[in-house]
């Protein structure tokens, strides 16, 4: 070899040498500093309106579960906004977090499995795409940290197979050994304790855009954006028949409205919604702290 070549050899050397030691120690100055990082004050227990440090912290101070909450877009009759389900969704798994202590909820998932009605309002997904969103999500979940992960929904479709199977299949095998648990009680058994409640007081049995999904979205609509509080008067559809919540069919004849509405909606009550809610926050976090490994 030349001793110029030589001499460009050793130049390049020590100048790609010189390189990696200033990106180590920016590596390293950069993972001190997010470790100096000091822990801000902050009472958020929503995932995407906190920052990394925020998420970061809470995670250390015990903010171990990330809930995963679906919600649903469909229509619900002239009186109620297709987004209902997504408005219950927000508010229910906020109060949940809240009341659990040690969950972060990350942002609700706005489809899940339905099809397309003869009136418009209804966008839905297949069960099929709705497992692969819900593995892809608790997996990231797992990634940031998090050691137990809740599934729930506040619209029927994919529950509970999809739901549950995925957490069944998801347990322990996730990032760090993540647990994944399937919450049932804040959807069916909270509903059906809540028309228990509408029956023994003589309230008409409903299925959809009645009296339970009408009060709900009344309690949690201080905007007046999501129902059509001048139409909730004349709120009834196709009526329901059964001896209770369990059984109740819809009636259609050759007169039904078939305006959305399974049941009858006009006594609606904001009172009726905060018992509804409140029902679906209870059921939930009693299933969850009796879930969770350290309950």
Known sequence: MR?????????????????SLTLTAGSARAAESAQATPCPQTDQVEFEKMTWVEVKCAIAAGKTTALIYTGGVEQRGPHLANGGHN???????????????????????????????????????????????????????????????IIMGDHGGGQPRVYEELAKKLDSNLSGGARVFYCDQVYRPANDAFDRYLTQHGYPLGLHGYLFDTSELMYLDKDNTWVRRDLVPSAVGDPVVGHTAGDAKPQFGPHSPQNGILGDARRSTAELGKRAFDTKVDFAVRQIRSLLPSS
């Open 3 to 19: 001793v110029g070549s030589v001499s460009q050899f050793l130049l390049m050397s020590i100048v790609c040498g010189a390189a």
């Open 87 to 149: 408005v219950i969704a927000h508010a229910a798994v906020e109060a949940i977090a809240r009341k659990l202590g040690n969950a972060i909820f990350l942002p609700v998932l706005p489809y899940t499995p339905n099809d397309v009605e003869s009136i418009p309002g209804t966008i839905g997904i297949t069960d099929e795409l709705l497992a692969a969103m819900l593995e892809r999500i608790a997996g990231q979940a797992a990634l940031n940290g998090f050691r137990n992960i």
